[in-house]
């Protein structure tokens, strides 16, 4: 069965928790994704920024993304998936858990990131179907 560490995109970022918002969509808009891992000063993974977070939750707020803290959008702990988990976990979990991306971890060290395409392409197609289904209801 396939691993999380053989369909992950390796190598990826972190938004440090002090960082700015502002710092964070500037990194996103460079890197041309949607999403990038908090990771605190203990280089621990913190939580997920999402640029709705950044629509929603700041600009939408009418908050200042120059002022507001990366970490401050960090919500409880992080859905994350073990680099040695199958499809088959990650599916489960993103579904569980209606996320469409997955830090991928290793001990306590973040590795990659899984996307819902990643899991889509290493999936038969009837379970790419049902994990479709599964993340767009709510």
Same mark, same amino acid.
């Given at each position: 069965?396939? %691993?999380?560490?053989?369909?992950?995109? #390796?190598? $990826? #970022?972190?938004?440090?928790?002090?960082? %700015?918002?502002?710092?964070?969509? +500037?990194?996103? %808009?460079?890197?041309?994704?949607?999403?990038?891992?908090?990771?605190?000063? /203990?280089?621990?993974? +913190?939580?997920?920024?999402? /640029? *709705?977070?950044?629509?929603?939750?700041?600009?939408? $707020?009418? +908050?200042?993304?120059? !002022?507001?803290?990366?970490?401050e959008l960090a919500q409880g702990e992080a859905? %994350?998936?073990?680099?040695? /988990?199958?499809?088959?976990?990650?599916?489960?979990?993103?579904? #569980?858990?209606?996320?469409?991306?997955?830090?991928?971890?290793?001990?306590? *060290?973040?590795?990659?990131?899984? $996307?819902?395409?990643?899991?889509a392409r290493a999936l038969p197609d009837p !379970?790419?179907?049902d994990l479709l289904q599964a993340l767009s209801?709510?």
């Amino acid at each position: 069965m396939t %691993t999380a560490r053989e369909i992950m995109t #390796e190598d $990826a #970022e972190c938004i440090g928790a002090e960082e %700015t918002v502002l710092e964070a969509a +500037k990194k996103m %808009t460079r890197m041309g994704v949607g999403a990038l891992p908090i990771c605190g000063t /203990d280089d621990r993974l +913190k939580g997920m920024l999402t /640029d *709705r977070d950044i629509v929603v939750k700041v600009l939408g $707020a009418g +908050k200042d993304p120059a !002022q507001v803290k990366a970490g401050e959008l960090a919500q409880g702990e992080a859905v %994350t998936i073990g680099a040695d /988990d199958d499809a088959q976990e990650i599916m489960r979990t993103m579904s #569980e858990h209606k996320v469409r991306r997955l830090p991928v971890i290793d001990g306590h *060290r973040l590795v990659g990131i899984v $996307a819902q395409a990643d899991v889509a392409r290493a999936l038969p197609d009837p !379970q790419v179907g049902d994990l479709l289904q599964a993340l767009s209801t709510d």
